[in-house]
Nanobody, 121 residues
Framework: QVQLVESGGGLVQAGGSLRLSCAAS????????MAWHRQAPGKQRELVAT???????NYGDSVKGRFTISRDNAANTVYLQMNSLKPEDTATYYC???????????????WGQGTQVTVSS
Protein backbone atom coordinates (compact mmCIF):
# COMPACT_ATOMS: atom_id res chain seq x y z
CA GLN A 1 0.00 0.00 0.00
CA VAL A 2 1.18 3.49 -0.86
CA GLN A 3 -0.12 6.64 0.77
CA LEU A 4 0.38 10.34 0.12
CA VAL A 5 -0.36 12.58 3.07
CA GLU A 6 -0.41 16.37 2.79
CA SER A 7 -0.03 18.82 5.65
CA GLY A 8 0.55 22.51 6.22
CA GLY A 9 -2.63 24.09 4.95
CA GLY A 10 -4.55 26.71 6.88
CA LEU A 11 -5.89 30.24 7.00
CA VAL A 12 -3.56 33.12 6.20
CA GLN A 13 -3.94 36.78 5.35
CA ALA A 14 -3.16 38.09 1.89
CA GLY A 15 0.57 38.66 1.53
CA GLY A 16 1.39 35.90 3.97
CA SER A 17 3.15 32.57 3.51
CA LEU A 18 2.47 28.90 4.00
CA ARG A 19 4.52 25.77 3.45
CA LEU A 20 2.82 22.58 2.36
CA SER A 21 4.35 19.15 2.74
CA CYS A 22 3.41 15.82 1.20
CA ALA A 23 4.98 12.60 2.37
CA ALA A 24 4.72 9.33 0.49
CA SER A 25 4.90 6.12 2.46
CA UNK A 26 4.50 2.40 1.95
CA UNK A 27 5.93 0.02 -0.60
CA UNK A 28 7.98 2.46 -2.69
CA UNK A 29 10.71 1.53 -5.15
CA UNK A 30 11.14 4.97 -6.65
CA UNK A 31 9.26 8.20 -7.27
CA UNK A 32 9.60 10.06 -10.53
CA UNK A 33 7.82 13.40 -11.00
CA MET A 34 6.03 14.96 -8.04
CA ALA A 35 3.57 17.80 -8.30
CA TRP A 36 1.07 20.04 -6.59
CA HIS A 37 -2.35 20.76 -8.03
CA ARG A 38 -5.18 22.84 -6.63
CA GLN A 39 -8.91 23.07 -7.02
CA ALA A 40 -11.08 25.98 -6.01
CA PRO A 41 -14.86 25.61 -5.56
CA GLY A 42 -16.61 25.51 -8.91
CA LYS A 43 -13.36 25.39 -10.85
CA GLN A 44 -11.35 22.68 -12.54
CA ARG A 45 -8.26 21.25 -10.88
CA GLU A 46 -5.17 23.09 -12.10
CA LEU A 47 -1.49 22.31 -12.05
CA VAL A 48 0.49 24.48 -9.65
CA ALA A 49 4.02 23.12 -9.93
CA THR A 50 6.02 20.03 -10.78
CA UNK A 51 9.48 18.77 -9.83
CA UNK A 52 11.41 15.92 -11.40
CA UNK A 53 13.52 13.49 -9.41
CA UNK A 54 16.61 15.44 -10.44
CA UNK A 55 15.07 18.70 -9.22
CA UNK A 56 13.95 20.35 -12.42
CA UNK A 57 10.87 22.48 -11.74
CA ASN A 58 7.97 23.91 -13.66
CA TYR A 59 5.25 26.33 -12.50
CA GLY A 60 1.83 27.46 -13.51
CA ASP A 61 1.74 31.05 -14.74
CA SER A 62 -0.39 32.23 -11.82
CA VAL A 63 2.18 31.20 -9.19
CA LYS A 64 5.51 31.91 -10.92
CA GLY A 65 7.78 34.00 -8.75
CA ARG A 66 5.68 33.40 -5.63
CA PHE A 67 5.69 29.63 -5.08
CA THR A 68 8.64 27.26 -4.87
CA ILE A 69 8.41 23.49 -5.18
CA SER A 70 11.14 21.25 -3.79
CA ARG A 71 11.59 17.66 -2.75
CA ASP A 72 13.59 15.41 -0.46
CA ASN A 73 14.12 12.12 -2.29
CA ALA A 74 15.43 10.33 0.78
CA ALA A 75 12.27 11.22 2.68
CA ASN A 76 9.90 10.72 -0.27
CA THR A 77 8.53 14.17 0.43
CA VAL A 78 7.61 17.14 -1.73
CA TYR A 79 7.14 20.68 -0.46
CA LEU A 80 5.43 23.81 -1.69
CA GLN A 81 6.58 27.12 -0.27
CA MET A 82 3.90 29.71 -0.97
CA ASN A 83 4.75 33.37 -0.53
CA SER A 84 2.85 36.57 -1.29
CA LEU A 85 -0.39 34.67 -1.09
CA LYS A 86 -3.49 36.14 -2.72
CA PRO A 87 -7.19 35.47 -2.08
CA GLU A 88 -7.33 33.78 -5.50
CA ASP A 89 -4.88 31.16 -4.20
CA THR A 90 -7.66 29.84 -1.97
CA ALA A 91 -8.23 26.21 -2.89
CA THR A 92 -7.73 22.63 -1.85
CA TYR A 93 -4.17 21.67 -2.67
CA TYR A 94 -3.42 18.12 -3.76
CA CYS A 95 -0.13 16.31 -3.94
CA UNK A 96 0.49 14.05 -6.92
CA UNK A 97 3.37 11.62 -7.45
CA UNK A 98 4.46 9.06 -10.02
CA UNK A 99 5.27 6.20 -7.66
CA UNK A 100 6.66 2.83 -8.67
CA UNK A 101 6.50 -0.14 -6.31
CA UNK A 102 9.06 -2.10 -8.32
CA UNK A 103 10.91 -1.69 -11.61
CA UNK A 104 7.88 -2.70 -13.64
CA UNK A 105 4.80 -1.71 -11.63
CA UNK A 106 3.39 1.78 -11.08
CA UNK A 107 1.35 2.38 -7.96
CA UNK A 108 -2.35 3.17 -8.34
CA UNK A 109 -2.09 5.57 -5.38
CA UNK A 110 -1.04 8.83 -6.94
CA TRP A 111 -2.99 11.50 -5.10
CA GLY A 112 -3.16 12.76 -1.55
CA GLN A 113 -6.38 13.61 0.22
CA GLY A 114 -5.87 17.35 -0.11
CA THR A 115 -5.19 20.19 2.29
CA GLN A 116 -7.20 23.41 2.42
CA VAL A 117 -5.53 26.76 1.92
CA THR A 118 -7.62 29.85 2.59
CA VAL A 119 -6.28 33.34 1.98
CA SER A 120 -8.27 36.20 3.43
CA SER A 121 -8.23 39.69 1.96
Amino acid sequence: QVQLVESGGGLVQAGGSLRLSCAASGNIFTINDMAWHRQAPGKQRELVATVTRSGRTNYGDSVKGRFTISRDNAANTVYLQMNSLKPEDTATYYCNADIWINRYTRSNSRWGQGTQVTVSS
